[in-house]
């Protein structure tokens, strides 16, 4: 609605499909939009309405399902492994928390990934977020997704990917009335400096809600408010014009919170491109290929019928039965047709050989997997040698990499919008600011399994030369499907001063925290003074890191050999510390 096109035409109008409906309840362009997502996705499921194929009139077409490879491969990897976390959950628990509660409470996760795969075949998808007051304090807010054919959205008209409104419409069935075409309508705009981006209503002042407004406006000064209002209308030639039909009035117009300065509908472009407000399908271009490979293996099923069973040619007049009455021939296992003396009857040569079909077949599809970024690695169809050579599996996995490498970019910076507007409405709804300049984290996890024999020796390595911490070592442990109890800290430290208090002989005092062991002691043996000596301490209350286990011995590589100095050499010069001392020559 109201949208400017750079680079090329709408998605929509790529490829003609020929079975396409439009929506009477959204406007004629968005209609079309809505059309092409359906047609999309009969396409993923290789239905009959996608495109017409050729077929003789006994068989039927056989749609190949290279699309749905194409989208289930793709959406797969695209924000694979995503994880929402705050910045640092040990500081701020009480965020953590909330936030954790949120995307289990909203199945972030599933509902988001089957969006994500929607959005792989029809080009877009979208979240919806809203807030409900009169639920109970910590579910107030709600994360939605929405079918993008049921969104409409209207652009600034010099910014052609800024949206100053939207409206969320769809079917509406009113249990009085069942018969009458109504519609739901959700509408969002802004109000900015005394200036509304309502289409009927430019001007807020000249409108019937100014002075309700004005109060508004006024204590935001120079704030961005979001309005909404929801309505029942009539679906017939006066919607989106100036003469709406309404119906009723579910929520008069009315401003969002303060705290929320942005529109609560976050659009996902699939696969984005400059100029171009909506997504493109990963199967955009690739539509007359398919269509191509179904017919030649439409065409093959027939042709391998035909050589089964035969076509056959005669010049002998059609078969009779008892009384004269002409029949149709009978071709099947076992029979035996007669014909008159003079004529012929024979089968026709038909297809020699199928293998150009299949070749055809293999280049069309060996072409839609290197557009779409499909390998052999990304299907799991690989060598074993392949499998275990990590850079092996990285090169023949670049293809798929880099069609969706940018796309997961997009992906993160959208989802941080998202979740960034979440901490809004919880301060909205649920009386909690978020505390400044903490960061909720998006993240996305490694594409291609991980080796974990591999990658635990690395940790260890790490871990050995204090490279890394063990928190840090727990976590990446967890990320390989290991999990740890939340105290398992304090049992490792039990376990231990469990046992060196076992294992300690008598004259020494067991392994404990430095500082503790220092106080005690000092405390033990003060003097006169009140002055412990801490020369005088046990071993392993020194102050330092003590230990039980036995000193290392020398390993020196000459640990084995005298010492020819005989602890002479402090005190000599550096000519005659380098060389060694003469044996005694033997007496005679």
């Known amino acids: 609605m109201s949208a400017k096109y750079f680079g090329g035409q709408p998605p929509w109008e790529a490829y003609p499909f020929p079975t396409g409906i439009s929506p009477t309840f959204l406007p004629d362009e968005d209609g079309e939009r809505a059309s092409t997502y359906d047609s999309l996705e ?41 994880c929402i976390k705050v910045q640092d959950p040990e500081k701020h628990k009480q965020e953590n928390e909330d936030l954790e509660d949120f995307l289990d409470r909203e199945m972030f996760y599933p509902r988001f990934h089957i969006a994500k795969h929607g959005g792989c075949i029809r080009g877009d998808f979208c979240l919806h977020m809203t807030a409900d007051p009169s639920k109970p304090a910590g579910k107030r807010v709600s994360l939605t997704p929405v079918h993008p054919g049921k969104v409409v959205r209207k652009f600034d008209d010099d910014d052609g990917e800024h949206v100053t409104e939207a409206w969320i419409v769809e079917p509406y069935v009113d249990s009085d009335d069942p018969e009458a075409n109504l519609v739901r309508r959700l509408h969002y705009w802004y109000v900015e400096d005394d200036t509304s981006t309502k289409t009927d209503d430019p001007e807020i002042h000249t409108s019937a809600m100014a002075t309700a407004m004005d ?22 030639d006066k919607l989106w014009g100036t003469e709406e039909e309404v119906v009723q009035v579910l929520n008069a117009p009315a ?8 529109i609560p509908v976050f659009w996902f472009k699939n696969i984005a491109m400059d100029g171009q407000p909506f997504g493109s399908s990963d199967l955009r271009g690739l539509e007359r290929v398919f269509r191509g490979v179904s017919q030649q293996t439409t065409d093959l099923n027939v042709a391998m019928a035909l050589d089964g069973l035969g076509q056959y040619v005669t010049d002998a007049p059609p078969p009779t039965g008892p009384n004269g009455a002409e029949l149709s021939w009978t071709i099947e296992p076992g029979m035996v047709q007669q014909v008159p003396n003079g004529n012929f009857f024979k089968r026709v040569e038909g297809v020699g050989s199928v293998q150009p079909m299949l070749d ?14 499909i390998t052999s690695v990304s299907t799991g169809n690989v060598q074993p040698a392949t499998a275990s050579n990590p850079m092996a599996l990285a090169v023949n996995f670049l293809p798929t990499l880099s069609k969706i490498q940018e796309r997961d970019h997009i992906g993160i910076a959208r989802l941080k ?11 909205a709804y649920e009386n909690k600011a978020w505390p400044d300049k903490l960061k909720i ?14 990658r635990v020796n690395e940790l260890n390595n790490m871990l050995d030369r204090d490279v890394i911490s063990k ?67 046990p071993a392993g209350v020194n102050g330092q890191k003590s230990t039980t286990l036995p000193g290392k011995p020398n390993q020196s590589n000459n640990a084995k050999k005298t010492n020819e100095s005989d602890g002479t050499e402090s005190g000599q010069k550096l000519a005659r510390q380098t060389t060694a001392k003469k044996k005694p020559a033997a007496k005679a």
Request: aromatic share 8%; no cysteine.
């Open 441 to 454: 984290l998006v993240e996305i996890g490694e594409k291609l399994p991980q080796d974990r024999t591999a």
């Open 360 to 373: 055809t077949i293999k280049y069309a599809e060996s072409k839609i997997g290197d557009a779409a970024g």
């Open 42 to 82: 009969s396409m993923y499921w290789s239905e009959d309405a996608s495109y017409t194929l050729r077929v003789i009139v006994t068989e039927q077409p056989i749609y190949s399902p290279n699309p749905r490879i194409v989208v289930d491969t793709i959406s797969h990897y695209l924000l694979k492994g995503l």
């Open 215 to 236: 109060a508004d406006i006024s204590k935001a000064t120079a704030m961005r408010l979001v309005w909404s209002e929801e309505e029942i209308l009539q679906d017939n």
């Open 255 to 262: 401003p969002l919170p303060d705290e929320i300065n942005h």
């Open 471 to 537: 928190q840090y070592y727990r976590e990446e442990m967890t990320k390989l499907g290991y999990e740890f109890p939340d105290d398992i800290q304090d049992q490792i430290d039990e376990e231990r001063e469990k046992e060196l208090e076992y294992n300690a002989p008598e004259d020494q005092v067991a392994n404990v925290p430095a500082e503790t062991a220092l106080a005690a002691a000092a405390a033990g043996l003060q003097g006169a003074a009140g002055q412990g000596d801490p020369a005088q301490l």
């Open 417 to 427: 919008h998202v979740f960034h507007m979440w901490t809004q409405f919880r301060e």
